[in-house]
C-alpha cells in the first residue's frame, strides 16, 4: 500500500502547496510514526481542484445571470468530485488500517 499513498501524496503535492504526507513506513517503523501516517489520512482532504467535472463552459453564457448559474452548477459538480475523492481515500485508509499488522500489535 505504500506505493498507492506515495502516488495519492505525489498528486496532492502537484495540485497545490502544503507539507507532504508522513510516510507508510515499513514493518519495522516505529509505531508513534504508523500513528502520525494514520491520522494524517483519516483526517484527509485533498487540494485538487476538479476542474474536468465542470458541466457548462461559462464563457458561452449570454449573460451575467447565466454564467453564474452556469459557474454555481460547476461549483456543485466539482464539491461532490471532491467529497467522492476524500470519501474513497478514507475509507481505503480504514481498509488498509484495519489490516496493518503494525497497528494489530499496538491495541
Known amino acids: 500500500y505504500r506505493n498507492l499513498f506515495e502516488l495519492i501524496n505525489e498528486q496532492e503535492q502537484e495540485a497545490g502547496t502544503g507539507a507532504p ?17 494514520y491520522t494524517y489520512w483519516v483526517a484527509f482532504a485533498t487540494r485538487k481542484r476538479f476542474g474536468y467535472k465542470d458541466k457548462y463552459n461559462p464563457s458561452s453564457a449570454e449573460s451575467r445571470w447565466e454564467k453564474r448559474a452556469i459557474d454555481a452548477e460547476n461549483k456543485k ?3 461532490k468530485a471532491r467529497r467522492e475523492y476524500n470519501a474513497l481515500v478514507r475509507n481505503l485508509v480504514v481498509y488498509v488500517k484495519k ?5 494489530l500489535a499496538n491495541l
Open 77 to 79: 459538480e466539482r464539491d
Open 21 to 37: 504526507a508522513p510516510s507508510f513506513g515499513t514493518s519495522e517503523t516505529p509505531y508513534p510514526e504508523v500513528q502520525a501516517f
Open 99 to 103: 489490516r496493518d499488522k503494525r497497528v
